[in-house]
């Protein structure tokens, strides 16, 4: 099973500042990784897909970069809303696993 | 507009056994794969289970392997996971979830299913 790490467990960001978010791979996922938005009582929300695309209707503040074992989520200039938990997901190798989540709170 | 709604979570005893539903409407349900996910309270996601669009191909995390059984009925469009030997730690909100080649594009609100004597 591949783990998926991510960092930091907790990121305390002040609105309009740019956040980065870590997701590692135990081994070689390629380029088949998702990034998830979670607000609380919320299902899941699909943001980048495939490592960098964004999925339909996500705002150009969230990018996503990186192949293999290292991947980024970037929040370019945190709004409001932004503040969430987010999740990696490879889906390169089964069983398909998650990222423990990264949660942002503001700072 | 697409839209997933799991019902049948309920509280059981431990070793007992619960089907869970995924009613889906808003796209042509038989092409694409559909997974179940899970949260337990507080926690993270886990993946629990996908069926391939025909529901020839299914695969399972090893914490469920044996246990539970995904299907799916295309002519009603629904999703169905059942779930035997149940454990408290299978405690959790189950959530139906469609794939976009392995990335999941759309989740329903999840069911709870609570595991406990």
């Not at chain 1, 990034?35 to 339909?56: E, M, V």
């Not at chain 2, 507009?1 to 059981?12: A, K, P, T, Y």
């Amino acid at each position: 099973e591949i783990v998926m790490t991510q960092s930091p467990a907790t990121l305390s960001v002040s609105p309009g500042e740019r956040a980065t978010l870590s997701c590692r791979a135990s081994q070689s996922v390629n380029s088949k990784l998702a990034w998830y938005q979670q607000k609380p009582g919320q299902a899941p929300r699909l943001l980048i897909y495939g490592a960098s695309t964004r999925a339909t209707d996500i705002p150009a503040r969230f990018s996503g970069s990186g192949s293999g074992t290292e991947f980024t989520l970037t929040i370019s200039s945190l709004q409001s809303e932004d503040f969430a938990v987010y999740y990696c997901q490879q889906y390169n190798n089964w069983p398909r696993t998650f990222g423990q989540g990264t949660k942002t709170e503001i700072k | 507009e697409v839209q997933l709604l799991e019902s049948g979570g309920d509280l059981v005893q431990p070793g007992g056994s619960l089907r869970l539903s995924c009613a889906a409407s808003g796209f042509t349900f038989s092409s694409f794969g559909m997974a179940w996910v899970r949260q337990a309270p507080g926690k993270g996601l886990e993946w629990v289970s996908v069926i391939t669009g025909s529901g020839g191909t299914t695969y399972y995390a090893d914490s469920v392997k044996g246990r539970f059984a995904i299907s799916r009925d295309n002519s009603k469009n629904t999703l169905y996971l059942q779930m035997n030997s149940l454990r408290a730690e299978d405690t959790a909100i189950y959530s139906c979830a469609r794939s976009l080649n392995g990335a999941y594009d759309y989740w329903g609100q999840g069911t709870l299913v609570t595991v406990s004597s």
